[in-house]
């Protein structure tokens, strides 16, 4: 499930940067990189070279591209996508190489076991890797030959992959796309054709998610936008072909899996299928919210047909009930008995974001010597088992730095505006009142003497707020 992570887009007030600030303190977060590491990652950046081998498959005649969120430097992923006449396509995906630049027992392995993932804060993300190597001599940026593991599939009429290939090469992005200019380009008609293909993909990957009975649940994230007052909350729903291109990551994950799979070693994304207890009780949600999911609609279709409106957002957050239990299971030699992730209905792995998350960077080895018939290197199978628990540790983490940030954000957003009157959704009732959403702004919050049933809309008078503390209390009106 998509964070949905506070974003500043402008410098903020000193009382909100200050209680930003001491988050990191709070949660022990990661600072600058250790002295011995920035040097590591400097020399990877100087020395490792950059040019077809015996080993690395000269792959720059593919007119790859980027499509990311605006102002994007750590690019993980290129794509190239090009129809064929008999209907289907050729699908070519480069993800960083980031283990060229990062050998197994280093500085720069030992600091990213540490961190795990790159954390996204509203005033700053803590990456996983020095940014000479994640925003530079890793990343797929535009004009410059890189390192790159590379996905082939052919694609018949459905998009099913016919055949999937994986080769490590050197490749070379001819454009930087955002997701709002590459959007608007469709719109205009002059898209390049990967990007037009992309909407067929899409199309056609999402059909196939339906049919195995797999979901998507997109939540908008969360913008904190400067304004000549101060600071606006804001929900971003995204454009459509941010569907479109998360497709081809799942698409690449699920292939992962199978390869590890077939091959009984690596480490998979799991979750247990949602208990017929939290189905009964999000059916009865939706009922509540005046949106009902019927019996005879599978679960996914209902998700990806749900209006844009706070009601149905209010729908999406209830949803999230029954994406629990999400983990990493590890591979060596047997196969347990959860492969799958219950979301998406299909094994899945973790494999398209080397650049932001540990466990990519063990998938793409694992994978490249599982594909072209070679053993999986020792110290890459040998270390698997200490995944799990680094990913868990950090995903643990960046989820209450997210909260956290939220409830500050929110409470600067709001200063100023005690007494006002707000609309709001309930969400679900409490023993000594309800969650709530706000309409405008976004923002979910507990409020104390709610007594009505999810679904209603209700009218919340603003008691207090403290930006320090990162608290908002609301009093029924």
């Known amino acids: 499930m998509p964070s949905r992570r506070a974003r500043l887009v402008s410098p903020v007030q000193s009382e909100l940067s200050a209680a930003l600030g001491a988050l990191r303190e709070q949660f022990d977060l990661p600072g600058a990189f250790p002295a011995e590491v920035q040097?590591?990652?400097?020399?990877?950046?100087?020395e490792v070279p950059v040019s077809a081998s015996a080993e690395l498959a000269d792959l720059r005649g593919i007119p790859f591209l980027t499509i990311d969120p605006e102002g994007s430097t750590d690019l993980d992923q290129a794509v190239h996508l090009e129809r064929t006449a008999d209907g289907g396509g050729i699908l070519h995906y480069a993800i960083a190489d980031v283990p060229a630049f990062v050998p197994m027992g280093g500085a720069v392995d030992a600091e990213a076991r540490?961190?795990?993932?790159?954390?996204?804060?509203?005033?700053?993300?803590?990456?996983?890797?020095?940014?000479?190597?994640?925003e530079d001599a890793a990343s797929l940026l535009p004009d410059r030959d890189r390192h790159a593991f590379v996905w082939r599939f052919e694609l018949d009429a459905d998009?099913?992959?016919?055949?999937?290939?994986?080769?490590?090469?050197?490749?070379?992005?001819?454009?930087?796309?955002?997701?709002?200019?590459?959007?608007?380009?469709?719109?205009?008609?002059?898209a390049p054709e990967t990007i037009q293909h992309l909407v067929w993909f899409g199309d056609e990957r999402a059909r196939r998610e339906s049919e195995?009975?797999?979901?998507?649940?997109?939540?908008?994230e969360i913008r904190v936008v400067a304004t000549p007052e101060g600071y606006d909350l804001q929900a971003d729903e995204?454009?459509?072909?941010?569907?479109?291109?998360?497709?081809?990551?799942?698409?690449?994950?699920?292939?992962?899996?199978?390869?590890?799979?077939?091959?009984?070693?690596?480490?998979?994304?799991t979750m247990p299928p949602?208990?017929?207890?939290?189905v009964a009780a999000f059916r009865a949600q939706t009922a509540g919210l005046g949106v009902p999911w019927h019996p005879?609609?599978?679960?996914?279709?209902?998700?990806?047909?749900?209006?844009?409106?706070?009601?149905?957002?209010?729908?999406?957050?209830?949803?999230?009930?029954?994406?629990?239990?999400?983990?990493?299971?590890?591979?060596?030699?047997?196969?347990?008995?959860?492969v799958t992730q219950a979301a998406i209905a299909a094994p899945y792995a973790h494999t398209t974001a080397p650049l932001r998350r540990l466990v990519d960077r063990w998938s793409l080895l694992v994978c490249h010597a599982l594909a072209n018939g070679e053993e999986v290197p020792a110290e890459v199978r040998?270390?698997?088992?200490?995944?799990?628990?680094?990913?868990?540790?950090?995903?643990?983490?960046?989820?209450?730095?997210?909260?956290?940030?939220?409830?500050?954000?929110?409470?600067a957003v709001l200063r100023g505006r005690v007494g006002e009157v707000f609309d709001a959704v309930v969400l679900r009732r409490r023993e000594n009142g309800g969650r709530v959403a706000l309409t405008v702004p976004p923002l979910e919050t507990t409020v104390g003497g709610v007594d009505a049933e999810p679904g209603a809309t209700i009218r919340l008078r603003l008691v207090a707020t403290d930006v320090t503390s990162g608290t908002v209390e609301f009093a029924p009106a």
């Open 39 to 46: 040097a590591a990652a400097e020399r990877a950046a100087r």
């Open 114 to 134: 540490r961190r795990g993932q790159t954390v996204y804060a509203p005033d700053g993300r803590i990456p996983l890797h020095p940014a000479v190597l994640s």
């Open 159 to 190: 998009a099913r992959p016919a055949a999937v290939t994986l080769a490590r090469g050197v490749i070379r992005s001819r454009a930087q796309w955002s997701y709002v200019d590459a959007q608007a380009a469709l719109g205009r008609g002059d």
């Open 212 to 220: 195995r009975g797999g979901a998507s649940l997109n939540l908008p």
């Open 238 to 269: 995204g454009v459509p072909l941010e569907d479109a291109n998360a497709q081809v990551s799942l698409l690449t994950g699920m292939a992962a899996a199978e390869i590890m799979l077939a091959g009984k070693v690596g480490i998979l994304r």
């Open 274 to 278: 949602a208990s017929e207890e939290d």
């Open 296 to 338: 005879d609609v599978p679960y996914g279709d209902y998700l990806r047909d749900l209006p844009r409106t706070p009601v149905g957002r209010a729908i999406r957050e209830q949803a999230a009930g029954l994406f629990r239990g999400a983990g990493y299971t590890v591979l060596d030699g047997e196969v347990p008995d959860l």
């Open 382 to 411: 040998g270390s698997l088992t200490e995944l799990p628990e680094a990913m868990e540790r950090s995903a643990r983490v960046a989820s209450q730095v997210d909260a956290a940030a939220i409830e500050h954000v929110a409470a």
